[in-house]
RNA sequence: GGGUCAGUAGCUCAGUUGGUUAGAGCACCGCCUUGAUAAGGCGGGGGUCACAGGUUCAAGUCCUGUCUGACCCA
């Protein structure tokens, strides 16, 4: 067993190398699989973990958003996997939606509903089909390549049959609950593609352009008896004006010019100069004054509409242009729309999908609305109330299709009543874990208070259909809602295979309702937002409830999602909107949202800016436990956005992987020239041992803590801290013992390796698997549990006192340095004073060692080489004193603080036990130096005797034949004939150094010759020759 | 216009219930070290904690307002 040995360790490696073969490693022995074996599924909580996989739209390369995403939601798992619990991990496909069609269209070269339509739905969702699942290669590689963890074969789509039939039912579902309900909706629609546009196509590039409108000032005659004017640029929407809005708050004038009193907001009267320069006032009012009343159609098509034809009073009506008056035509605008709703007033929309008047307006019925502009205007010319004409340039909305101007209008659309459990979800979003916490009552929070009712319809074509089927005839109304095949079948009578258009709207069938036998039963044309598919994710992947009800019960909610920030609007609404709905539960129960990835200029990321870079580059070149740790340490995932640049990634690989590697090198190194291997020790004596050992089982904990609470971000902080500790501490202070092939150290190491490889598991998953296994010949890291602090040694006095040790060293090298002391040259005495000084005497050796001095003295005395100094405590203070603790503050502060006995005053005012401390200050030019409680210091003797200045040079001598050594290519094993050419003086200077000289340089022997000389010793040009010795005797 | 978050060193960010002299990494400068060495250590400069008020014995931290930025909503 102890003659095992270590592979052998690259000192210089290469980090992509060792990833890729690891990746081989797990593919070929499918470690992912074993490791879920290794935890078997039980009863639920809390042998199981349930993590629930957001599905990303494929139909790009994956990201640096996805990439980040992607490490936490493997960074979790392999936590909780080594925790114990088994955490299934599905992969998830978005598939229907927008996105897709775009695309499609895109390549098909074709544009708009009609164009499709004459194409054919059937090709072109089979076209969809195919271009969403095109990228999912590419995926799977990048995905495998950054280490991610997770099922592609027992993976979910939202296109699959099962998939939808779970969507359908959910639909159905709220359906019976009473929670879908039909209405109309207003969204930007091009009436040449005929087409609704969404948020994400309006906010396109390009869409806003300038363009010329006409602008019109007209008069409502009051029931009140006076006119009101209002302004709008689309005088074509004059004939579906229901409603005013004034703001209730802004102050609108009464003038009377020509027998007439007109009303408008007291700040545009200047701009109406030219019509009403001559108009007397004769009145003010304030919005609210006018809120109310009633005034006399323009037209008459909808003059017997409920509840019109009043003021209404709107925030979001300014006096930045027109009258301060806004007509409101509820069928084309979003915030008429939303006034009226609320006074109750229907929404009426006069325009048909080709973008021309219906019949209700009589006169341009069939006419295109832009087009009969000019008629609209002439005839209220005609009528005498046009008060003025002109034209307006304004940035307005254009189809990013087809460049036509868009129009607002009021579509036929499918809601889900979200405002009827709206406090449902605000109490169940109570139950949510949070990180960033303040998303609970934050982002997410008020976005739920003011959730308004959900559209989920979509004038589309590839997406999961609308289960709704409708009478043709309003004779004999009818309304069928399915949730399953099986019912789609028993009414269709046929097995239904494809639940996508164009099949299901073939689904045909006459009419029960009609007794005539001619009006047929036929689906609605609309499909699901893809967000409602998406946030049936967590039954809907398990064909839930036609399959595996039981799993579901056990599986929900999920234990952890994680996104970016954004789908607090997105997936993590629709998922609680849901879970809510359907479940009175949420869908889960912690929530990870982190921020938006930038590039290197803080800007978004951009492949025309080349701002960022590639991927791919980075794992090839850096790897990708490094991009791994980076992203992962950084504040992204406290929820802010965070710039990526290469340097960082360097820096990454500099601080935390070369660190953990080169400690693993060196143990090989070694253990294997020693011709052993380490094994799991705990019970070294050695402090060193004991304190790296504690030290191990403090990170163990802190990690624990921080993965438990989701806290990447201070787990990664705390290892980065203790790899410090390790390779600047432990290892650089057990050198010797390591090349004396010390078994306590070499274990010792081995163990703190161990260790650290499973806490490092999950944020350094290949290389801590590369360690761990050369480590410990275990097949792999991630199939080991999580270590426990209570496996390895806790002394946290140990711990302070080597923590203290260590303080000492760092200010005795900073005496050295304030002294000009190099730290070769071997100094006389330090001297540590403290009251606690006496718990450091079992530490002298290491401080002597690690600072170069001849002796290590303790001592309790206050040195001559510092003064007292009072430190007050205010914590203790302000409750006694109040109003007097900063006077004491000052009185310390400057000076005026006197000891009388046991007793300290600061000026008058007496101080007691816990309320201040006295401390030593260090006079300057003193070779000593306060440590850092203040209660003690440390004192250099920094005289330099001829002896030590000799011994330093011998120092100097030993370690220009160590680079000579290395400059010759040498093994550290390697024996050496040595040659040096210096002066007699030197020499005779080194004559007691010379068996510690050749010791150390491994010489098997030492000639004195002269050479040319080809190096420096403190000023003396000297020669130094290293040859390998014929014989090693190792 | 409203909301959320943020504003701390040249850059990226920590800063725990208010408490003495505000920290880290990077970058820069200087020094040192080297049998882990194309690595590492020590030290230095660099801060009106965005601004203005307020609460308090005491504010980077709590409150109010303003400004700036990001995101979301309108």
Redesign the pocket.
């Known amino acids: 067993m102890t003659d095992r040995r270590y592979p052998p360790v690259e000192?210089?490696p290469s980090f992509p190398a060792i990833e890729t073969e690891i990746l081989e490693r797990w593919k070929n022995d499918d470690t992912f699989a074993a490791s879920l074996e290794k935890r078997p599924a039980g009863s639920g909580e809390p042998d199981e973990y349930v993590f629930y996989d957001g599905p990303p739209f494929a139909n790009g390369l994956p990201h640096y958003g996805h990439l980040l995403t992607g490490f936490v939601k493997d960074a979790i798992p392999r936590y909780r996997t080594m925790k114990g619990q088994r955490v299934d991990r599905r992969f998830g496909w978005d598939c229907h939606g927008l996105p897709a069609e775009v695309e499609a269209e895109k390549q098909l070269g074709i544009s708009g509903h009609p164009e499709v339509a004459a194409f054919g739905i059937e090709k072109f969702n089979e076209y969809c089909r195919t271009s969403v699942l095109r990228y999912t290669n590419e995926w799977e590689r990048y995905v495998t390549r950054q280490a991610r963890w997770v099922d592609f074969e027992n993976d979910y789509k939202t296109l699959d049959l099962p998939y939808m039939e779970s969507v359908m039912w959910a639909f159905k579902t709220l359906h019976n609950k009473g929670l879908i309900y039909e209405g109309y909706r207003v969204l930007a629609y091009c009436w040449r593609c005929e087409t609704p546009l969404s948020?994400t196509e309006t906010r396109m590039d390009d869409v806003y352009r300038d363009r010329q409108d006409p602008a019109l000032t007209v008069k409502f005659a009051l029931d009140s008896g006076e006119k009101i004017l209002a302004w709008t640029t689309t005088p074509w929407t004059l004939p579906a004006n229901l409603a005013l809005a004034v703001h209730p708050d802004v102050v609108y004038a009464v003038i009377e010019i020509d027998g007439e009193q007109l009303i408008l907001a007291e700040a545009r009267l200047d701009s109406y100069e030219r019509e009403f320069g001559e108009a007397q006032r004769v009145g003010t009012l304030l919005g609210s004054d006018l809120v109310g009343r009633t005034y006399q159609p323009l037209f008459d098509y909808f003059s017997d509409t409920e509840s019109a034809f009043r003021i209404l009073g709107a925030?979001?009506v300014t006096t930045q242009d027109g009258t301060g008056v806004v007509h409101l035509a509820p069928g084309f605008g979003?915030?008429d729309q939303?006034v009226c709703l609320e006074a109750g007033i229907a929404t009426v929309c006069p325009m048909d999908s080709h973008g021309c008047y219906t019949s209700e307006v009589t006169p341009w019925a069939g006419q295109h609305v832009f087009e009969a502009n000019p008629a609209v205007i002439k005839h209220l010319k005609q009528v005498g109330v046009v008060v003025r004409h002109d034209s307006y340039d304004h940035s307005y909305p254009h189809c990013w299709r087809c460049a036509e101007p868009l129009v607002y209008r009021a579509i036929s659309s499918w809601f889900v009543e979200v405002t009827a459990v709206k406090q449902r979800m605000l109490e169940l979003n109570q139950q949510i874990t949070w990180v960033?916490e303040?998303?609970k009552?934050?982002?997410f929070g008020?976005?739920l208070a003011?959730a308004?009712d959900w559209s989920i319809s979509r004038n589309r074509f590839w997406g999961s259909p609308i289960p709704v089927w409708k009478s043709d005839d309003p004779e004999y109304p009818r309304l069928d809602v399915y949730g399953s095949l099986a019912e789609l079948e028993r009414d269709f009578g046929v097995v239904v295979t494809d639940l996508h258009r164009p099949a299901v709207d073939d689904l045909i069938r006459p009419n029960p309702d009609d007794p005539t036998g001619r009006s047929m039963m036929r689906r609605v044309p609309e499909v699901l937002d893809c967000w409602f598919e998406s946030g049936s994710m967590p039954f809907a992947q398990v064909h839930y409830p036609f399959e595996n009800t039981e799993w579901f019960e056990q599986h929900y909610p999920g234990d952890f999602i994680v996104e970016y920030?954004?789908q607090?609007?997105g997936w993590f609404y629709t998922l609680h909107v849901l879970a809510t709905a359907l479940f009175d539960r949420p869908a889960f129960s912690t929530c990870v949202s982190h921020g938006?990835v930038l590039g290197d200029d803080?800007q978004?990321m951009s492949k025309s800016l080349r701002n960022y870079p590639d991927p791919m580059v980075v794992f090839d070149t850096y790897g990708a436990d490094a991009m791994r740790w980076y992203l992962l340490s950084?504040?992204?995932l406290?929820?802010?956005?965070?710039?990526v640049t290469e340097?960082?990634i360097r820096?990454t690989v500099?601080?935390v992987l070369?660190?953990l590697?080169?400690?693993w090198?060196?143990l090989s190194?070694y253990a294997n020239a020693e011709g052993t291997s380490g094994t799991w020790r705990t019970d070294s004596s050695n402090v060193l041992d004991r304190y790296i050992l504690a030290k191990t089982a403090q990170m163990v904990e802190r990690a624990t803590k921080d993965l438990d609470a989701y806290d990447l971000?201070a787990a990664c902080?705390g290892i980065r801290e203790f790899l410090?500790v390790?390779?600047?501490w432990?290892?650089?202070r057990s050198?010797d013992r390591?090349?004396e092939g010390d078994k306590d150290a070499i274990d010792t190491l081995h163990t703190v390796l161990d260790v650290l490889c499973r806490v490092s598991a999950p944020l350094l998953p290949l290389l801590s698997e590369t360690v761990y296994t050369g480590l410990t010949g275990n097949q792999s890291v991630h199939l080991a549990d999580w270590p426990s602090a209570s496996e390895l040694v806790s002394d946290p006095e140990l711990v302070l006192v080597m923590d203290r040790v260590r303080e000492v060293c760092?200010?005795a090298?900073?005496i050295?340095?304030?002294h000009?002391r190099?730290?070769?040259?071997p100094l006389s005495e330090l001297t540590v004073s403290h009251s606690d000084a006496q718990q450091l005497s079992g530490f002298i050796d290491i401080i002597a060692d690690e600072v170069n001095v001849k002796r290590v003295s303790l001592s309790h005395e206050t040195s001559a080489a510092a003064s007292a100094?009072l430190?007050?405590?205010?914590?203790a203070?302000?409750?006694r004193?109040?109003?007097?603790?900063?006077d004491v503050?000052k009185s310390v502060?400057s000076g005026d603080w006197r000891q009388e006995g046991d007793q300290i005053f600061a000026g008058d005012i007496e101080l007691f036990e816990g309320e201040y401390?006295l401390?030593m200050?260090v006079t300057p030019g003193a070779a000593s130096a306060?440590l850092g409680d203040?209660l003690g210091m440390v004192t250099l003797n920094i005289e330099v005797t001829p002896e030590l200045a000799a011994e330093g040079t011998s120092?100097?001598l030993?370690?220009l034949v160590?680079?000579a050594?290395?400059e010759a290519g040498l093994e550290?094993?390697d024996r050496i004939t040595l040659t040096l050419g210096v002066s007699d003086a030197l020499r005779n200077l080194m004559q007691p150094f010379l068996e510690e000289l050749s010791?150390?340089?491994?010489a098997t022997s030492l000639r004195w010759a002269d050479g040319e000389a080809n190096t420096n010793l403190d000023g003396e040009a000297i020669f130094i020759g290293v040859e390998r010795a014929s014989i090693s005797p190792r």
């Open positions: 000192s210089q948020n925030d979001f979003e915030e939303n960033p303040h998303l009552e934050g982002s008020k976005w003011n308004r920030i954004g607090t609007r938006i803080g978004k950084s504040a992204i406290r929820g802010s956005d965070f710039s340097s960082g820096e500099r601080q070369l660190p590697w080169n400690s090198y060196f190194l971000f902080s410090d390790l390779t600047n432990y290892i650089r050198r390591f090349w760092s200010v090298l900073s050295r340095k304030a000009a190099r730290v070769r040259l100094v430190q007050v405590n205010p914590g203070l302000g409750p004193l109040g109003g007097r603790t900063q503050i502060k401390s401390k200050a306060a203040g120092r100097d030993i370690r160590q680079q050594r290395r550290v094993s010791s150390e340089t491994l």
